[in-house]
């Protein structure tokens, strides 16, 4: 449990004790008072005539005034428990002895007051200051049995004050356990609470923020309690509308027929309008047979999981069958190449063999694509300097491709700056980007122009790279769609490209996107992970 927690369990502990010294300081004012009743009235000589009167009004008087003070004190949380306890028990031995002194044939009825001091002090004080004045009671009252027997000649059995001291002992310790032992017990429970409350606030708090609408519901028919969920399945009722069947006819219909073991449709239903279809579910509390919970389960969260399934089976099929058709596809461009090279095959023939070829090769990179995807293994970021990380690249690119500064180049703004990536897959996202400016991103009869920018958002201050064409640009009507798998304006193209450098930016908590650019062209920007970011995270 944290700090915060035990503090107030602590708090309540302390405020339970300073109950229990509050009535001991009420017993001593009372024990006080009949001193110096037995001091003071003439009519206490009835009871006992004191040995020493003046004594023993002074040690009342005294005594009375000094447990009304610790009285009127004793809940100021400056003055610790247990120095109040020793102060006022000092007291009440002090008082004890003067009236034992003074009040001769009441010795053995003070003795006996003493007993629920003393045990009264061992609850709130250490063990071993409850059994020093313990010991210090019992010595008191053998001490007065010897000043009576010994100095006054007053015939008493001597097993008397000996038992007075065993008793003191005894309900020391037994009372200083006890109060351990309580006090043990309500910070266990003062504990438990917190810990029930903290799970009560958890449990609410995952309730509220559950999809799926969870509402209980009384014998009455009334609503009692509802999340979010289900308010807003329901129509986003007004508070006074608790009735079940007026809020939701549907759901008060089945609810009757399961409550009156009849059978129940399972089909979706929508509870209002312009909310999605849910299927109702019953249970009962074990709790409380009145009570039913009902959950609401949005059937497009079904839909939606299933999709994905259907998403995730398609997609591994879809690499099965794209493994399936390399090998024919493999054999008809050899045989095409094969027959291209023979002499005897007529120039209209050779044309068809073209087309052939072309075909395969664009059907090869798409079955390249989709097994690219099946096979991605998960990103391995590392910190890397994009400037120097750009520079190679383009290098490389250009050796690759035969191009020249004008078609492609390189702006950096030269601060070193890094990012947290799988350098493969932004070398391969890059790759992608640059490859479909340098093919479509140009104007008719013009040679492309290509731009790799390297730096940071003005406004993030997140790493970032651009691409950028000066070609004619993305119709709005086509963005919309640019990364949705296999959608391509050329009818060359595998539609498969953008889609793959999403799913690879995605993978690495980067961002990329699609920005017009002033004056005619395209933009795609990938927004990288800061280092530090990604390395706070581990």
């Known amino acids: ?152 000649g007053v015939g008493e059995n001597v097993a008397e004050p000996v038992m007075f001291a065993v008793t003191y002992l005894a309900i020391a310790i037994l009372t200083h356990m006890l109060g351990r ?33 969870v509402l209980v519901v009384d ?20 508070p006074e509308r608790q009735m079940l069947g007026e809020a939701a006819p549907e759901l008060s219909r089945r609810l009757w027929h399961w409550l009156n073991d009849k059978p129940v449709e399972a089909t979706p239903v929508a509870l209002a309008e312009d909310v999605p279809e849910v299927i109702p ?38 690499a099965s069958i794209a493994h ?8 008809i461009s050899y045989s095409a190449q094969l027959l291209a090279e023979s002499e005897d095959v007529p120039e209209a023939d050779k044309r068809l063999v073209e087309i052939i070829n072309a075909q395969c090769s664009r059907m090869n990179g798409i079955v390249q694509s989709i097994l690219s995807m099946a096979r ?41 700056v890094h990012a947290m990536v799988d350098a493969q897959h932004l070398h391969q996202v890059v790759t992608i980007l640059v490859n479909n400016a340098l093919h479509y991103g140009r104007l008719p009869g013009k040679p492309a122009r290509v731009t790799l920018i390297v730096g940071v958002d003005e406004t993030s201050l997140d790493p970032q790279i651009e691409v950028i064409d000066r070609g004619p640009g993305i119709p709005p009507k086509v963005v919309e769609s640019i990364f949705e798998p296999f959608f391509s304006t050329n009818e060359h193209g595998t539609g498969l490209g953008l889609y793959i450098a999403r799913q690879l930016c995605e993978a690495n908590q980067a961002e990329l996107v699609y920005s017009p650019v002033a004056g005619g062209g395209s933009c795609f920007r990938v927004g990288l992970a800061k280092v530090h970011t990604l390395a706070g995270d581990d």
């Open 324 to 331: 399936e058709i390399r090998n024919p596809l493999a054999a």
């Open 281 to 318: 579910r019953f249970a009962r509390l074990s709790v409380s047979d009145d009570l039913v919970v009902i959950f609401l389960e949005d059937t497009t969260a079904l839909s939606r999981r299933a999709e994905e399934l259907t998403l995730a089976t398609l997609g591994r099929l879809s």
């Open 1 to 152: 449990m944290s700090a915060v927690a035990r503090k107030p369990a602590e708090a309540q502990v302390e405020a339970a004790l300073r109950r229990e010294l509050y009535f001991f300081n009420l017993y001593r004012v009372l024990e006080a008072g009949l001193l110096a009743f037995l001091a003071f009235s003439p009519l206490a000589g009835a009871f006992a005539e004191p040995r020493y009167p003046m004594l023993v009004q002074s040690a009342a008087a005294t005594y009375l005034v000094l447990a009304m003070l610790l009285l009127l004190f004793g809940r100021n949380p400056r003055f610790a428990l247990d120095k109040q306890a020793a102060l006022g028990l000092s007291m009440d031995l002090l008082a004890a002895g003067v009236a034992m002194l003074g009040l001769v044939d009441l010795a053995s009825g003070v003795a006996l007051l003493l007993l629920f001091n003393v045990g009264a002090g061992a609850l709130l004080m250490s063990l071993r200051a409850g059994l020093a004045f313990a010991i210090t009671a019992g010595a008191l009252a053998i001490g007065s049995y010897v000043y009576r027997s010994m100095i006054l």
């Open 219 to 238: 014998a009455d028919n009334r609503i009692r309690v509802f999340n979010e969920s289900a308010w807003f399945l329901l129509g986003k009722p007004p």
């Open 376 to 416: 991605r293994e998960r990103a391995q970021p590392e910190a890397i300097e994009l400037g120097r990380w750009a520079r190679d690249f383009v290098s490389d690119f250009r050796g690759a491709q035969q191009l020249g500064e004008n078609s492609f180049n390189l702006i950096s703004d030269g601060r070193g």
């Open 181 to 213: 032992q309580m006090r043990a017990t309500q910070a266990l429970a003062e504990r438990r609470g917190v810990e029930v409350a903290n799970l009560a606030q958890i449990n609410e708090l995952i309730i509220r923020r559950m999809r799926n609408g």
